[in-house]
Structures are given as structure tokens and as C-alpha cells.
């Protein structure tokens, strides 16, 4: 397997078990009516790309691939800016 | 109850449309809740960032495994977004709504012509020789695989940051802005241009849909059926849009745009 196909392989198994999660949660928390639920269901759900760019970005750190690595590490940046905007509201 | 599936339904349209496109599909839910559905438009916008993540994360699983996602394009385009998203807080201070709708129903019009108008030219190469750069890459269809290179990518940055704009003003994930760009003029395959904006779309929808949430908007239960909804809808039009012909797929795109174009004038007037 090429190291390119690795890396694709990776970020769809995260997406694919953030998906899980969440639709799990969501769809426990509407049969029950419980809030709580369907509150870490929409938690999970925002993460999940954010833990596709934290797994891009080291996937391309590990390969040495810096120039992508830095344009990666602004992209995580830029999410960890928009969650200390929401935390300050 | 009711209300419920049709939720679910909502989500299911737009997810299907959504991920065969690759948009988000917040430029077709947005407008079906509040109007067809009564939905208060800041509540109908936060449900939307949260099902544009399903629907673009699920998306880009079958992607993914396809190999039709530009993932070093991806992040290229994914920093102009974020400084659009940036931008398009601040310019939403300074356009009126009214002006905002004509301007966007103005360029969704422009690109739908333009999208049309090209829809019998391909971007692909059938020559294995040729090197695609270091942004471009290869398509498999079929039997055969294609090569093709990114041109303008000036353009196609300055359409990601336009992208980013919109998706902070009307809280759009910005794929039907992107998508057309990069395919008529970065010379992109539509299915690679669809797939890799599916794949930045839930980052740039994550970035705000955090900051809505913090505020309250995100209204549970809706929002959970929505995203529901959306989720399967997201994976069968994922796996269909590699049934139909990239011709197909551009035409039909002109078509979203149009009725896009259309919704956003009549709002102008």
C-alpha cells in the first residue's frame, strides 16, 4: 500500500467511527427523548473533523512532508480559534 | 411525529443532492426549513452546519476509498476558506441582506451559465505521461486512468476564500461556489472538484457550527433528526454520483445553480 492510500485509509476509518458515535447517540437520545444524549451526539459530531485535521496533520508530519504539514497545522489554528470565540460567548 | 420524518426526509434530500454534488447541501436545507417548514432561519442555519458535517463526513468515506479526494488541494484551498469564513463575518456588517442575496444570486446565475455552457469539455488527460504537479493527480474510471494537472490555481484559491465568505454569512458550507470554479476553470475533473470540496465542506462547517452552538441555536431534536436524515442519504449519493457521467453530473449541477439563482433574486426584490 502506498503511504498516500495509508494516510486516505486513516482519516476514513476516523470519520467513519466519529460518524458512528454521533448517529448512535443522536438516534438513542430521539427514541428516548433524552437531551443528554442527543447533546454529546452533536458534540461528537463537531469533532469528528477536527480530529481528521489532527490525524492529516501528523500523518503528514510523520511522512516528513512539512510543506503540507504547516498549511495543515493553520487549518488547526483556525478550529482552535472558532472553539475560543464559542468558549467566550 | 410527523414533523419529525419530515425532518429526516429534509435531511435525506438535501444529503442525497448534497454529496452527489459535492456541496454540503446548506444551500438547499437552509431555504427548505425556513420557508417550507417555518423553522426560525438562526436555527434552520445551525441545524444545517450540523448535518453539512454528516453529510460531507460520510461522504468522504466512499470517497476516500475511491481515491477521488485531493486531500494536498484540499488543504491548500481549506486556508483560503478559513480566512474567507474570517472575512465574511466582518462583510456581513457591511452589505445589506438585500444586497447580499443579489449578489450571490447574481454569481450563482453566472456560474450556472458558464457550468452549461462547458458541460461537453473534459479536464482529463488519457496520457499516463504526462506529470500532473505536485496539486494535480490521477482519476481512475473504469478501465482507463485519466491524469490532470490544477491551472489557475489563483482562481480557485480566490473562489475558496469567496467559498469561506459565504459560508460565514449564510452558513452554507460554500461547495457550490467552489465546486463550479475548480471545474471550469482550475481544469479539475468534476469528480475529483466535488469530492475534495465534500472534504474540506465539514472543517469549514465545524468552524462555525461551534461557535452557533455555544450561542444556543442548536435546537436538539431537530437538528438530530435532520442529521439523521442526512447521514444514509449522504452514502447512497456518494456511491450513485460514480454511476453517472461527469456530463450528467455538470448539467445537473447548472440546474442547482439556476434554482439557487432564482430563490436569491426573488429574495433580492
Redesign the interface.
Known amino acids: 500500500v502506498k503511504p498516500?492510500?495509508r494516510?486516505?485509509?486513516t482519516?476514513?476509518a476516523v470519520?467513519?467511527s466519529?460518524?458512528l458515535v454521533?448517529?448512535a447517540l443522536?438516534?438513542l437520545?430521539?427514541l428516548t427523548g433524552r437531551?443528554p444524549l442527543?447533546?454529546l451526539?452533536?458534540l461528537a459530531?463537531?469533532v469528528?473533523?477536527?480530529a481528521?485535521?489532527a490525524v492529516?496533520t501528523l500523518g503528514l508530519l510523520l511522512r516528513r512532508d512539512f510543506l503540507?504539514a504547516l498549511?495543515?497545522l493553520?487549518?488547526v489554528a483556525?478550529?482552535a480559534s472558532?472553539?475560543l470565540?464559542?468558549?467566550r460567548? | 411525529v410527523t414533523s419529525?420524518s419530515l425532518l429526516l426526509l429534509s435531511g435525506a434530500a438535501t444529503g442525497l443532492v448534497g454529496s452527489m454534488l459535492g456541496l454540503g447541501g446548506g444551500v438547499l436545507l437552509v431555504p427548505l426549513l425556513t420557508l417550507a417548514l417555518g423553522v426560525p432561519i438562526r436555527t434552520a442555519i445551525a441545524a444545517s452546519l450540523?448535518s453539512v458535517?454528516?453529510s460531507?463526513?460520510?461522504s468522504?468515506?466512499v470517497n476516500?476509498?475511491r481515491?477521488l479526494?485531493n486531500?494536498?488541494l484540499g488543504?491548500?484551498l481549506?486556508?483560503a476558506t478559513?480566512v474567507g469564513?474570517?472575512a465574511g463575518g466582518v462583510a456581513a456588517s457591511l452589505l445589506s441582506e438585500r444586497q447580499l442575496h443579489a449578489a450571490f444570486g447574481l454569481t450563482m446565475a453566472t456560474m450556472g451559465v458558464v457550468m452549461a455552457a462547458r458541460s461537453k469539455r473534459r479536464n482529463v488527460i488519457p496520457d499516463l505521461r504526462v506529470d500532473p504537479g505536485r496539486l494535480g493527480g490521477t482519476l481512475q474510471e473504469g478501465e482507463t486512468t485519466f491524469v490532470y494537472r490544477v491551472r489557475h490555481l489563483p482562481f480557485g484559491l480566490g473562489a475558496s476564500l469567496a467559498a469561506g465568505a459565504i459560508s460565514g454569512l449564510l452558513g452554507v458550507g460554500g461547495g457550490i461556489v467552489k465546486v463550479p470554479v475548480l471545474n471550469t476553470f482550475c481544469g479539475i475533473p468534476i469528480r475529483v472538484a466535488a469530492a475534495t470540496s465534500t472534504f474540506m465542506i465539514?472543517?469549514t462547517?465545524?468552524?462555525?457550527?461551534?461557535?452557533y452552538?455555544?450561542?444556543g441555536d442548536?435546537a436538539?431534536?431537530l437538528?438530530?433528526?435532520v442529521?439523521?436524515g442526512a447521514?444514509p442519504a449522504s452514502l447512497l449519493g456518494a456511491r450513485l454520483a460514480d454511476r453517472i457521467q461527469a456530463r450528467a453530473l455538470k448539467v445537473f449541477m447548472a440546474a442547482v445553480l439556476s434554482a439557487v439563482a432564482l430563490q436569491m433574486g426573488l429574495r433580492a426584490l
Open positions: 498516500e492510500a494516510l486516505d485509509r482519516i476514513e470519520l467513519a466519529g460518524l454521533s448517529a443522536l438516534l437520545g430521539l437531551e442527543l447533546r451526539g452533536v459530531l463537531m469528528t473533523p477536527a481528521r485535521v492529516v503540507f498549511v495543515s493553520w487549518i483556525v478550529l472558532s472553539l470565540v464559542a468558549l460567548s | 419529525t450540523m458535517i454528516a460531507s463526513s460520510a468522504a468515506t476516500l476509498r481515491g479526494v486531500v494536498r488543504l491548500v481549506e486556508v478559513s469564513g474570517l465539514g472543517v462547517a465545524a468552524a462555525s457550527a461551534v461557535i452552538y455555544a450561542r442548536v436538539l431534536p437538528t438530530a433528526a442529521c439523521l447521514l
